[in-house]
């Protein structure tokens, strides 16, 4: 650092001065970048080092992609500053790089390269790519079907069990007639009407449907329920006193109050309505990605099954996601809620 | 001069409404068992009064007010305001409660405007609202959360939300008692401006026999429960008042002494 030129100073923040400090930060900063790219280059070498065991067309390529994911995470981190926040965000997760870089390299050579892993159980990274490449139609259409039944259900279900939710909790009359219903009905898992729904519906899909909505429904019910029932008085009060009809004290006052337990509600509806969803697609529904695994079981196409795992996970975890943002955006006034 | 005068009468139509409270009884059944809580009480206000009511704690004040506001019916008695006799809540009387209960999903704006929009007449109404956060000082917090706001702030964003419905009656129950003693006195002089200039009615509950001397024009004193009117004491004394005053100082050494304190301080 004898000269110093403009560039210098824009490019590093602060000045640093003895070469110690700047190699820890530099090791600090860019360490788990470095490490990351260092063992995407072992995962590649070890897809193309040795032969496979089993005949897979994918290897090649994912050898490379393992190099190309390499030189990213090695770019990425080291030049971040540059990037802006995607640098930020690649080197915050490039511990993560590290240890998924780690594990498939395991895997491959567990598989494909030493079947230390008995093989057609469990099938080498390869082999659940060259299911996303060349079954990728099939799969499309199954996720597609998948997300259709499943949206149709949880919307039906969710909007019904907010209503009857909110029903029951202002009105005496409803509470009266709907509460011994829902305690009779409510706790039965909704796979138990499966073989009574699939004959009583006109088709196997109007059935799925209706099971994914009171799988939806009865968590989302019970919650609104207790939502609307523990709103405080003192709030009605207040809103008595300036004025308001009973439209503006629900409306404006319950419905609000019990948004927090509601959408514990939907929450849980979304994680009972995911197995039921399943299990009605490998019964009855012959299309989604509940068939799809069952199609693959009954082919013995292993490397199927976990490529669709892995798309049901993702989809999933997505549905969650996309609650929780939904959650965030109304609740904005809590304090501390949980981040998904 | 006329003009702005009639638009004053019309945007502010409500002077302050006379209260008779008539051999007020209640009772309240706690576990099977009655407890009394006001026994007798008959109140006469007339309009534009600003009445003090003290008592020990526990004694009733709270439950009167809620009788007042129309939330809850006596067991015995009457209670009227321009000879209609209230039997719900009304929005000619509102009430600024013990606890601020700002709704938490709302923003400080929102909770203010509460009133307006519970009447449907937000819309063509949306200067009172920033009329009165400017009035309690919280301007600058209209977007705020309740949770984001201090005690007093959240006390004084129930005042503004109490303010900006141009009450004939306003209900105050305790509701400086969380403040500092510096907002506190400024809050005082506003609230006697307010009054002055608005010609409302005021019931103000208060533990500080100071305070209700300070601000009311009679100051009833209750016993313990269950509550019976013990003195009703006219302060005729011109605002703005000074807390040296002597006149005020000794009211408060008879008051004290009716609340069971010895007037040695
Ligand atoms: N909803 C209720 N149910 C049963 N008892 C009640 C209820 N509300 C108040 N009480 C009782 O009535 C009595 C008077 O209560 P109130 O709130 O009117 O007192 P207060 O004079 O306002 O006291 P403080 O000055 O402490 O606020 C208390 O003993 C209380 O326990
Ligand atoms: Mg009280």
Redesign the pocket.
């Known amino acids: 650092m004898s000269t110093y030129s403009l560039s210098d100073g824009l490019a590093s923040g602060a000045p640093r001065l003895t070469r110690a400090p700047l190699l820890a930060g530099w090791l600090k900063e860019s360490g788990a970048g470095v490490a990351a790219s260092a063992i995407w280059i072992a995962f590649g070498l070890s897809c193309l080092w040795w032969e496979d065991v089993g005949d897979w067309s994918r290897t090649r390529s994912l050898g490379i992609a393992a190099f190309i994911i390499a030189a990213v995470a090695l770019f990425g981190t080291v030049g971040a500053d540059y990037l802006g926040s995607a640098g930020r965000g690649l080197r915050q997760r490039a511990p993560w790089l590290v240890a998924l870089g780690a594990f498939l390299t395991l895997w491959e050579v567990a598989t494909a390269k030493f079947a230390w892993l008995p093989l057609p159980f469990f099938p080498p990274p390869q082999a659940i790519i060259e299911v996303y490449t060349d079954d990728l139609p099939k799969l499309l259409d199954s996720v597609f079907a998948s997300v259709r039944l499943q949206l149709g259900g949880y919307l039906i279900g969710a909007a019904v069990g907010f209503l009857t939710g909110v029903s029951i909790g202002w009105s005496r009359a409803v509470g009266y007639w709907v509460h011994p219903v829902l305690r009779f009905i409510g706790p039965l898992p909704a796979t138990a009407w499966l073989p009574i729904a699939f004959f009583t519906f006109p088709s196997s899909w109007s059935a799925s449907t209706f099971l994914i909505a009171l799988a939806t429904g009865f968590p989302v019910t019970v919650l609104t329920w207790s939502g609307v029932a523990s709103v405080s008085n003192a709030y009605y009060d207040v809103a008595r006193t300036l004025g308001a009809k009973s439209s503006f004290l629900v409306l404006k006052v319950a419905i609000p109050a019990a948004l927090p337990h509601v959408f514990v509600g939907l929450f849980m509806g979304l994680g009972s309505s995911f197995a039921v969803l399943v299990v009605a697609e490998m019964i009855g529904v012959k299309a989604g990605l509940g068939w799809y695994l069952q199609w693959a079981q009954g082919w013995a196409a292993y490397a199927n099954m976990y490529a669709a795992l892995i798309v049901m996970s993702l989809l999933c975890s997505g549905a969650i996601t996309l609650l929780f943002a939904i959650r965030d955006r109304l609740l904005v006034w809590q304090k501390g809620t949980v981040k998904w | 001069m006329v003009a702005a005068a009639l638009a004053e009468a019309i945007t502010h139509p409500a002077a302050g409404a006379a209260l008779d409270i008539e051999q007020v009884s209640h009772a309240?059944?706690?576990d099977g068992a009655e407890?009394p809580?006001l026994s007798d009480v008959s109140i006469s206000v007339e309009p534009g009064e600003f009445v003090a009511l003290l008592?020990?704690?526990?004694?009733?004040?709270?439950?009167?007010?809620?009788l007042v506001a129309g939330l809850d019916r006596p067991k015995a008695g009457t209670l009227r305001e321009d000879e209609r006799r209230i039997r719900s809540p009304h929005p000619s009387r509102v009430v600024v409660f013990?606890d601020p209960t700002l709704f938490p999903w709302r923003s400080v704006w929102d909770n203010v405007a509460l009133g307006l929009e519970a009447q449907g007449i937000l819309k063509s109404q949306r200067h009172r609202v920033d009329d009165a956060l400017d009035l309690v000082g919280l301007a600058a917090f209209r977007n705020a959360y309740p949770h984001q706001l201090s005690g007093g702030m959240a006390q004084r964003v129930a005042l503004a939300r109490a303010l900006v419905n141009d009450p004939r009656i306003l209900i105050l129950?305790?509701p400086l008692g969380k403040l500092d003693s510096l907002t506190r006195i400024t809050m005082q002089s506003e609230i006697v401006a307010l009054w002055q200039r608005k010609g409302f009615t005021t019931l103000l509950?208060t533990?500080d026999a100071e305070e209700a001397l300070v601000l009311a024009n009679r100051v009833f004193v209750?016993s313990e429960?269950p509550?019976r009117v013990k003195a009703d004491i006219r302060v005729d004394r011109p605002y703005p008042r000074h807390r040296g005053d002597p006149y005020l100082a000794d009211l408060r050494r008879q008051i004290l002494g009716l609340l069971g304190l010895d007037a040695t301080w």
Do not use: M
Not at chain 2, 55 to 66: A, I, V
């Open positions: 309240f059944d706690i407890l809580v008592g020990p704690s526990g004694c009733g004040k709270s439950t009167l007010l809620r013990q129950d305790e509950v533990h209750f429960r509550a």
